[in-house]
């Protein structure tokens, strides 16, 4: 009795693992995939008619970040949609959140330059004094190939200091 069903679970085994007739599993007719075609992509949100993604907040506040004091570095790598640029500076406060490179709307872009300026929101109570490295405060913005054209250097601002960095 042994041998039979050994046999015939090794047969099953063997068969499902074919694209023949003999296949248990095809007995019952393919299942043929259906083809829909849409013009838009299903990736990409809708827009709404003042050209907002339906999931983007309708409330979009200003941001409201003043200078950091200086930039210590500023690294640029280069990432599947485009460039990652990395900022390292130093607040004069203790606390400071919401660090953002920001692009400000005028001559952004002169001359192959692409300035961006390191701006961050201090807190209410602002505590003064420490180290340089208690105070130090990281971002990065990725920016895609489309927005990076024409661009040769990467400077990034703070209030006391500036640096650049060449665009691979």
């Given at each position: ?81 485009g460039r990652l ?74 209030l006391t200091n ?7």
């Open positions: 009795m042994r041998i039979p069903v050994l046999l015939l679970l090794t047969s099953t085994l063997a068969l499902s693992a074919c694209q023949s007739r003999w296949n248990p599993s095809n007995w019952w007719g393919k299942d043929q995939p259906s083809q829909v075609q849409t013009d838009t992509n299903a990736l990409i949100p809708e827009k709404t008619e003042d050209g907002r993604s339906f999931f983007q907040s309708q409330e979009t506040a200003e941001y409201r970040g003043l200078p950091i004091n200086r930039v210590t570095s500023v690294d640029i790598h280069k990432v599947t949609e640029i990395m900022a390292v500076g130093v607040s004069s406060v203790h606390g400071t959140s919401d660090i953002r490179l920001v692009v400000p709307s005028e001559n952004a872009l002169n001359g192959g330059v692409l300035t961006l300026n390191l701006m961050g929101r201090p807190p209410v109570e602002p505590i003064i004094g420490g180290s340089d490295q208690s105070r130090e405060v990281t971002t990065a913005v990725v920016l895609t190939e489309q927005e990076m054209a024409g661009v040769r250097t990467i400077r990034v601002k703070a500036s640096l650049d960095r060449r665009a691979r």
